[in-house]
């Protein structure tokens, strides 16, 4: 796992006031650091779909029901991934301006850390689903164990800063005014699926699970803050 440390200061703000005046309005320094690292992607996430239409929307989902129970049969018998229903949704089917049949959507997202098994059961729902996205993340314990790290780094980093800081302004050393620390938030980006996992249910059924690779993710803790120069 590779760390990067990055700094950012702002100017003191050096206010006069009168001889005597010990207020934290005076000799301000804010300072900010960051600690950066590239992380193991181990989860994989798929989102697919059950996709019917129909003239009469009171027909849809009794069909919509039927595969998604079917699917979530089949993922039972894969004990390495996860499996959950996402959004339901039917809108009109238009020509012109005259409404000439429904279309019904279920979304099933699928998570785990083995890529092969939910490759594999993925191949196995093309039968009767579409997979719309793919995407890679670490795990929670992944993630905390580097937000962990890098806390302690950040921290460091912004106590190191702030002691340079000091010393080069001739201050006989400083006080922590106040300090925040925390990480930037996930950002959850689905990709396109591969053209081969997006095959047709005919093709589907014969063909091998898709290789992937997780790759890796940024992860970075920002710690912020502003000292008093004594």
Same mark, same amino acid.
């Given at each position: 796992?590779?760390?990067?440390?990055?700094?950012?200061?702002?100017?003191?703000?050096?206010?006069?006031?009168?001889?005597?005046?010990?207020?934290?309005?005076?000799?301000?320094?804010?300072?900010?650091?960051? &600690?950066?690292?590239?992380?193991?992607?181990?989860?994989?996430?798929?989102?697919?779909?059950?996709?019917?239409?129909?003239?009469?929307? &009171?027909?849809?989902?009794?069909?919509?029901?039927?595969?998604?129970?079917?699917?979530?049969?089949?993922?039972?018998?894969? $004990?390495?991934?996860?499996?959950?229903?996402?959004?339901?949704?039917?809108?009109?089917?238009?020509?012109?301006?005259?409404?000439?049949?429904?279309?019904?959507?279920?979304?099933?997202?699928?998570?785990?850390?083995?890529?092969?098994?939910?490759? &594999?059961?993925?191949?196995?729902?093309?039968?009767?689903?579409?997979?719309?996205?793919?995407?890679?993340?670490?795990?929670?314990?992944?993630?905390?164990?580097?937000?962990?790290?890098?806390?302690?780094?950040?921290?460091?980093?912004?106590?190191?800063? &702030?002691?340079?800081?000091?010393?080069?302004?001739?201050?006989?050393?400083?006080?922590?005014?106040?300090? $925040?620390?925390?990480?930037?938030?996930?950002?959850?980006?689905?990709?396109?699926?591969?053209?081969?996992?997006?095959?047709?249910?005919?093709?589907?059924?014969?063909?091998?699970?898709?290789?992937?690779?997780?790759?890796?993710?940024?992860?970075?803790?920002?710690?912020?803050?502003?000292?008093?120069?004594?």
């Amino acid at each position: 796992m590779r760390y990067a440390v990055l700094f950012t200061l702002a100017l003191p703000i050096l206010q006069a006031h009168a001889a005597g005046q010990q207020g934290l309005d005076y000799n301000l320094v804010r300072l900010d650091a960051a &600690a950066t690292a590239e992380v193991r992607n181990d989860q994989m996430r798929v989102q697919l779909v059950v996709e019917h239409t129909a003239r009469d929307a &009171a027909a849809l989902p009794d069909l919509v029901n039927a595969d998604m129970r079917w699917a979530l049969d089949l993922a039972k018998r894969h $004990s390495a991934v996860r499996a959950q229903t996402g959004e339901y949704s039917t809108q009109p089917e238009y020509t012109s301006t005259r409404i000439v049949g429904w279309r019904a959507l279920q979304e099933l997202v699928l998570e785990g850390e083995d890529f092969g098994a939910v490759s &594999a059961l993925v191949s196995a729902l093309q039968e009767k689903l579409q997979v719309r996205g793919m995407q890679f993340l670490p795990t929670r314990a992944t993630r905390l164990k580097a937000e962990a790290d890098l806390t302690r780094d950040a921290i460091k980093a912004f106590s190191d800063r &702030a002691t340079l800081i000091s010393e080069a302004m001739g201050a006989k050393g400083y006080e922590v005014v106040d300090v $925040s620390v925390g990480s930037a938030p996930e950002q959850v980006m689905y990709r396109r699926a591969p053209q081969m996992m997006m095959s047709v249910a005919a093709d589907a059924a014969a063909a091998p699970p898709v290789a992937v690779e997780g790759g890796t993710a940024t992860i970075t803790v920002n710690v912020n803050g502003q000292i008093q120069l004594r």
